[in-house]
């Protein structure tokens, strides 16, 4: 996308510079309006834009969980045993997490997830509308008042990762973090058994 | 004024039928159309299909109205401008409403 | 009539007060084009104080400058004056001192209106100032999202000077929104058919026209959470029905074309100047207008792009994603037609070229991390980073100021009727260009390494220290760029040599004016034969002057201009207009006195503020009019017209359709409203509805399409018997049975302040209450003015204007009574 962006701006600028340059004849309307508006304005740039949509959407559908059930179910999504439901309610200052594996268990500010498998976090919040981020795993979803949002992450190996809040929440916005555990599959169960805090 | 809401014609019902596949979307999803099954796909895809369908039929008629010698306008540049802003209005809807035939059903992260 | 003896016979009649004191009294669109365009840059320094403030700040980690509470003011501040103070004024400032010059008339339509606009922006703007000053600014970022800045988090009064401030401000766009519509579709000089307009005056009109539809939703909700946080009632509260959603929505269906209202302007800048600078016309005019156009409607098909990551479903993003990615279509056509322009023509490097080069390199790249940010994967990691902030000032700065900048060195001879000497701005704009990138490619930069927007500090260990200072120091240098601009502007409009006319030896006929241009600009309106009216006709400004034109004949004392037929641009009507007066100065402080009263909840002020507004409003319209026929005018050349009040389109009906145009466009997002919380908000449906009733869904709205229709029998009065009372009295009689039945259906809601539900009603049905009520004014006016004698068959343009009125009350008020009633009948 980058070197695309450099090409058409590289491209922009050498026709505006050239315009001083040159010293040739004027062209006409009707030529130039062929040349700059019909071939430039529009099929150049309606080609470039229409393949970048199509490309863009694809991969959105492709980063999305399991939903559509039904007639719709997904293409390319992975619905399946292995998903692990979480879900995390955010407030001013702190994120609460819980886990359908283990319903007593609740964490303040650490996540903990199974390394390897995808991971369903059910987002939301008490007070005023934050947002889920946990950079090196996904894009950010937002928790907004009275409703549930649902992000897909997967952690490909077992680490901390490190969570923010992406929506401007008040005074406290900068210090609002939270740190992701990836747990490999042995300790994940310990943490699902009640082993492990 | 008649001449320039004849400009303005086609891309306001690209608006107006823009915002009403939105609002479709939005009411299919919350009323569960893509679980009802209806010739080999789901309620929701044939709505959405068809709104986009009608919309595109209404501006291929804009266009051919504005063609036609009967609504032909008084000058040579309305004439035109509204011919053009009536290819925006049927390129907009080709544009923005084809995510109706091929993304999935209500998913997302939502 | 010599020239000179017809200059000073005009100047007598038109120019203002001499001294300070015309300020106040001044209703000259020259005036206060510059008292605009003073004022916004006024502001543009403030907000660029706290843009340095904030990029101070941020120069270091742990930087212990400013706490998390005041760099809160500071960036919500900075973006608040940067939108709403700075850039909108600029536009309204730049297009009021330009356009009738560049149309070839007197004035805009409405002298007073611009007036009242103006005192409403420099009133509305000084309550902000006032809460920057102590302290107590708003502080929940520019686009002010609830819950946060509902009255639960946020119970400080900051929040009530952004919403009751910015609204405030908003009145003067939509009045400079409505003036210009009107003055671009019928003020013109004749001959000037549509496609002989000056191009800046197509993107003028279709700016305005995005005002008044785009400002209406942030109106709206600004309404709503001010109701919220003052009265309790929840439509942003999620356990009582509301939805912090609909904020966003109605804040982005008003954000998103605001980027396009401000850009607009701009580019019709850019497409006047290039031309003028290359030694030929604009490439494509047409193509030019159609995509101005075109941006303007796609625009409004984009605000969810700054939802993406509110979990609306991916079909919708997908809706939202194409459209962002067409958007960029029209705005490639137009910067190829641009360059295709330069490329036919001989372009010459002068300082306003400078400043248009600058424009393309930045908004070229703001364009394209444009696009990329409309990829919704893309989005999920940049949105709230700094990469989004450094692409909204690629787009904001590249695509408004300095197509600004270079507006300015290109009309300052203008306006000062002097020439530049220093090489200063030279000088100024390489600053600008290298400290604008410095800063702002550094935070593409650290945005991408993940440093959010909106944090008052980072930690040395995340490494970004170095980049924010590159930063920071780039940004001290556009600073001193800026201030040179502003060093070079004062020493040329007080000490500068005197320059000759048409210095650039452009096309547009605010060059055949004077500079500076008289208050009356023209002694005679030109009979425009082509696009560019002064290319081909050196000798014009000269028999302008000479009063070879329209109106060159000044024999009364009466401001005199004249209207054409929107298409073909053939004269069809004479305009007087209204003389110096300070109406519109008291008439806004007094609309500041209602603002002021809600902000500091001395409500018993409230109504006896809206009554002064409207006693005010009746004064301002009484003071029009005749109570004799004039019969035909002579408007020179053998032309001889009626009076605008003669007619039944008078410009005031022209307004009203404007106004209303707005104002529909306010009540159909209360509607979304009502039925986006209906289907999409938790918490409904709520415990009861309102118990649906026949009785009263059958008078309120029989009553109100009568009082429609009895006004329409009141103009056939008038016209064949010169009798429009009966009619009137009977559609006065009407409009009160529709009031008292929206009164009735108030006294039915249940408790507003238990359910989004009940609040929403509650809202719709004072809406319509209100516009019952200022139907009833209206024609109670109408009737005043019948017995007095101000109307005849001839002189009927009120009754027309009433007619709008009643119209569009018959209209919502069915449709709110449907609406309120529906949802009864359905359960
Ligand atoms: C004079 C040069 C300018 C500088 C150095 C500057 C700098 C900044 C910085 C550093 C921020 C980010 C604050 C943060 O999120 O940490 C910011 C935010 C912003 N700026 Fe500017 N800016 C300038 C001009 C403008 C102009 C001309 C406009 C609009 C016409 C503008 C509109 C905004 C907006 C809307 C925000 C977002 C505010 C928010 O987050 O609520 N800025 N600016
Ligand atoms: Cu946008």
């Known amino acids: 996308m980058l070197a695309g962006a450099a090409a058409i701006l590289a491209l922009v600028l050498g026709l505006l510079l050239a315009a001083f340059r040159r010293r040739g004849t004027a062209s006409d309307e009707a030529a130039g309006v062929k040349v700059w508006i019909i071939g430039l304005g529009f099929v ?59 319903p007593d268990h609740i964490t303040d500010d650490v996540l903990h997830i199974p390394a390897g498998r995808p991971v369903d976090v059910a987002i939301t919040t008490t007070d005023v509308v934050h947002s889920f981020w946990v950079p090196r795993l996904a894009g950010k979803l937002d928790a907004i008042p009275g409703h549930v949002n649902t992000l897909r992450i997967e952690a490909d190996t077992p680490g901390t990762y490190q969570g923010l809040t992406a929506e401007y929440n008040g005074p406290g916005y900068r210090a609002h973090v939270f740190t992701v555990e990836a747990h490999d599959a042995q300790s994940w169960d310990a943490f699902v058994a009640g082993d492990r805090q | 004024m008649k001449d320039v809401l004849r400009i303005l014609l086609a891309p306001l019902l690209w608006l107006a039928s823009f915002s009403a596949t939105y609002g479709l979307h939005g009411i299919g999803c919350a009323l569960g159309w893509p679980e009802i099954a209806l010739w080999g796909a789901s309620v929701f895809r044939v709505a959405l299909l068809t709104a986009w369908l009608v919309a595109i039929l209404i501006q291929v008629a804009i266009l051919i109205v504005l063609h036609s010698d009967r609504f032909r306008a008084a000058s040579a540049f309305t004439q035109w401008a509204s011919l053009a802003t009536a290819w925006v209005g049927l390129v907009a809807v080709l544009w923005t409403v084809y995510p109706v035939a091929v993304i999935t059903a209500c998913g997302g992260n939502g | ?161 952004w919403l009751i ?107 006047t100047i290039i031309p003028v600078m290359a030694r030929t016309t604009l490439l494509g005019y047409g193509w030019i207008v159609a995509s101005a156009v075109a941006l303007a409607f796609l625009s409004f098909g984009l605000w969810v792009h700054h939802m993406f990551t509110t979990g ?82 690629y787009v904001l700065f590249g695509g408004f100021v300095f197509p600004i900048l270079a507006g300015i060195y290109y009309w300052l001879p203008l306006v000062s009727g002097r020439k530049r000497f220093f090489r200063l701005g030279e000088v100024a704009f390489a600053l600008i260009f290298l400290g604008f990138h410095g800063t702002f490619l550094a935070m593409h930069w650290v945005g ?53 006319r048409n210095p650039w030896k452009a096309g547009t006929l605010e060059w055949a004016s004077m500079s500076p241009p008289p208050a009356y600009n023209f002694a005679s309106l030109p009979h425009v034969t082509s696009r560019d009216a002064f290319h081909g006709d050196p000798g014009l400004a000269n028999r302008l002057a000479k009063g070879e034109g329209y ?10 201009t004249l209207t054409v037929d929107i298409a073909t641009g053939d004269p069809d009507f004479m305009v007087i207009y209204p003389g110096n007066t300070r109406l519109p100065i ?118 109100a399409l009568t009082s429609a229709l009895a006004m329409r029998l009141a103009i056939r009065g008038n016209r064949h018997r010169a009798r429009p009372l009966p009619g009137l009295a009977f559609a006065l009689t009407a409009t009160l049975v529709t009031a008292v039945t929206f009164a009735m259906l108030l006294s039915r809601v249940p408790p507003p302040d238990g359910h989004a539900y009940a609040a929403t009603l509650f809202v719709l049905g004072s809406y319509a209450l209100c516009h019952a009520l200022i139907a009833g004014l209206m024609l109670a006016f109408a009737i005043a003015r019948a017995r007095r004698g101000y109307t005849s068959p001839a002189r009927q343009a009120e009754f027309h204007i009433v007619s709008l009125w009643t119209d569009y009350l018959a209209v919502i008020a069915t449709l709110s009574l449907l609406a309120a009633h529906l949802p009864g009948f359905l359960a």
């Open chain 1, 44 to 102: 150049f740039s309606m080609s470039v834009l229409a393949a970048l949509t199509v490309y863009g959407l694809f991969a959105g559908q492709r980063l999305m969980p399991g939903a559509g059930a039904g007639v719709e179910a997904g293409v390319g999504t992975r619905v399946g045993a292995d998903v692990v439901s979480v879900s995390a309610e955010a407030r001013q200052w702190s994120w609460r997490f819980a886990y359908d594996d283990r």
């Open chain 3, 1 to 161: 009539m010599t020239a000179l003896r017809r200059h000073r016979k005009l100047s007598a009649i038109w120019s203002s007060e001499p001294g300070f004191r015309g300020w106040f009294s001044s209703v000259n669109h020259s005036d206060l084009g510059r008292m605009f365009l003073v004022t916004a840059f006024f502001f543009f320094l403030v907000g660029g104080v706290l843009a340095m403030l904030i990029r101070a700040q941020l120069a270091t980690p742990h930087s212990a400058f400013a706490d998390a509470g005041a760099f809160a003011q500071f960036f919500t501040m900075h973006g608040t004056i940067m939108m709403f103070l700075f850039a909108i004024p600029t536009f309204e400032g730049l297009a009021i001192y330009l356009l009738p010059k560049m149309l070839g008339t007197r004035d805009l339509a409405f002298p007073r209106l611009t007036a009242y606009g103006y005192w409403c922006y420099a009133f509305g703007g000084s309550m902000l100032l006032v809460a920057l000053v102590f302290g107590i600014a708003p502080d929940g970022g520019w686009f002010m999202y609830p819950p946060l800045t509902g009255p639960l988090h946020s119970p400080g009064i900051n929040t009530d000077f």
């Open chain 3, 165 to 271: 401030g910015i609204t405030f401000v908003e009145i003067s766009a939509i009045c400079a929104a409505v003036e210009l519509c009107v003055s671009i579709l019928k003020y013109r000089a004749p001959g000037m058919s549509l496609d002989k307009m000056p191009i800046f005056a197509w993107y003028a009109l279709v700016t305005a026209l995005m005002i008044l539809t785009g400002f209406p939703p942030l109106i709206l909700g600004s309404v709503l959470l001010e109701l919220e946080r003052a009265f309790g009632l929840p439509f942003f509260q999620a356990d009582l029905g509301g939805d912090s959603l609909l904020w966003q929505h109605l804040f982005w269906l008003f954000g998103h074309p605001e980027v396009y209202i401000i850009f607009l302007p701009a580019a019709g800048v850019i497409s």
């Open chain 3, 312 to 393: 609306i479903p991916l079909m919708g993003l997908a809706f939202f994603s194409a459209a962002s990615t067409l958007v960029a279509v029209p705005t490639g056509v137009q910067v190829f037609a641009w360059i295709g322009t330069l490329w036919k023509g001989r372009p010459e490097m002068h300082l306003p070229m400078l400043h248009i080069f600058g424009f393309f390199f930045t908004f070229v790249i703001g364009g394209l991390t444009g696009v990329m940010v409309a990829v919704v994967p893309f989005d999920w990691q940049a949105h709230d980073t700094a990469f989004i902030t450094a692409h909204l000032h």
């Open chain 3, 448 to 500: 991408l390494m993940g440093q959010r927007r909106r944090i008052e500090t980072y930690d040395a260990e995340t490494g970004w220290g170095a980049i924010n200072l590159i930063s920071s120091i780039s940004s001290f240098i556009m600073a001193i760029g800026l201030a040179m601009v502003l060093i070079d502007v004062l020493i040329h409009a007080f000490v500068a040599v005197r320059g000759g």
């Open chain 3, 551 to 560: 109106l060159g004949d000044p024999q009364s004392a009466r401001r005199e």
């Open chain 3, 586 to 703: 008291l008439m806004a402080a007094v609309t500041g006195l209602f603002f002021l009263s809600i902000l500091i909840k001395l409500y018993w002020l409230t109504p006896l503020a809206l009554a002064g507004v409207a006693a005010l409003a009746l004064v301002w319209v009484w003071r029009l009019g005749a109570r004799t026929d004039a019969g035909p005018q002579d408007a020179g050349r053998g032309v001889t017209l009626a009076l605008a009040g003669e007619t039944e389109k008078s410009p005031g009906w022209w307004g009203s359709v404007f106004l209303l145009v707005a104002n529909a466009t306010f009540f159909g997002s209360l509607l979304f409203g009502y039925a986006f919380l209906w289907t999409v908000a938790p918490g409904w449906p709520p415990q009861d509805w309102l118990a649906p009733s026949l009785v009263e869904l059958g008078i309120g709205g029989a009553a």
